[in-house]
T-cell receptor, first 113, second 111 residues
Framework: SQTIHQWPATLVQPVGSPLSLECTVE??????LYWYRQAAGRGLQLLFY??????ISSEVPQNLSASRPQDRQFILSSKKLLLSDSGFYLC????????????FGPGTRLTVT | QQQVKQSPQSLIVQKGGIPIINCAYE??????FPWYQQFPGKGPALLIA???DVSEKKEGRFTISFNKSAKQFSLHIMDSQPGDSATYFC??????????WGAGTKLIIKP
């Protein structure tokens, strides 16, 4: 069965510090991978998606970046965090079949202070 | 138009009542309409989905009603329970196989 992992679960970082969030998927090959951000009490904002290793599409211009160094690994990074980067970061994957279904990870709660 | 408009933003219903959440879209190229359920501190999970050639789909206490001509679809929860309290998102799949998300509805079922 497929499993998606995210870490860390929670993170408190000062403004201006770097960020690295990691997501890994098990039990599937060549998935589409997604990074979303959810502000408190708000909807899902798609940040990045990837259809393969090294292939990243950005949906929103910002100080965040994403990388996919391996087939089942997706990394979200920032060189300098802003207060507005606070939120709940969710990684998701989609298989080649049942393409309407995205499977979400447990999320990372980021607070920038 | 790559938007899905979801309403209401929040909803409070007594236990046993039937909450209804509505979504509307413009893009007729959308070809799949899933609903996701999200509990606090968790990622969303697929609840139920419907294709536009079907007018209704039921899974347990959850029903999607789909009106293709009006470009609207809705989620009904029969015999609602406090455990159904969550945020619900509608979505639509576009021609690039991406999901376009509604803004979410926070549902509270009062005991």
């Amino acid at each position: 069965s497929q499993t998606i992992h995210q870490w860390p679960a929670t993170l408190v970082q000062p403004v201006g510090s770097p960020l690295s969030l990691e997501c890994t998927v098990e039990g599937t090959s060549n998935p589409n991978l997604y990074w979303y951000r959810q502000a408190a009490g708000r909807g899902l904002q798609l940040l990045f998606y990837s259809v393969g290793i090294g292939q990243i599409s950005s949906e929103v211009p910002q100080n965040l970046s994403a990388s996919r160094p391996q087939d089942r690994q997706f990394i979200l990074s920032s060189k300098k965090l802003l207060l507005s980067d606070s939120g709940f970061y969710l990684c998701a994957w989609r298989g080649r079949e049942r393409a309407y279904e995205q499977y979400f990870g447990p999320g990372t709660r980021l607070t920038v202070t | 138009q790559q938007q899905v408009k979801q309403s209401p933003q929040s909803l409070i219903v007594q236990k046993g009542g039937i909450p209804i959440i509505n979504c509307a879209y413009e893009n007729t190229a959308f070809d799949y309409f899933p609903w996701y359920q999200q509990f606090p501190g968790k990622g969303p999970a697929l609840l139920i989905a419907i294709r536009p050639d079907v007018s209704e789909k039921k899974e347990g206490r959850f029903t999607i009603s789909f009106n293709k001509s009006a470009k609207q679809f809705s989620l009904h929860i029969m015999d609602s329970q406090p455990g159904d309290s969550a945020t619900y998102f509608c979505a639509a799949r576009d021609s690039n196989y991406q999901l376009i998300w509604g803004a979410g509805t926070k549902l509270i079922i009062k005991p």
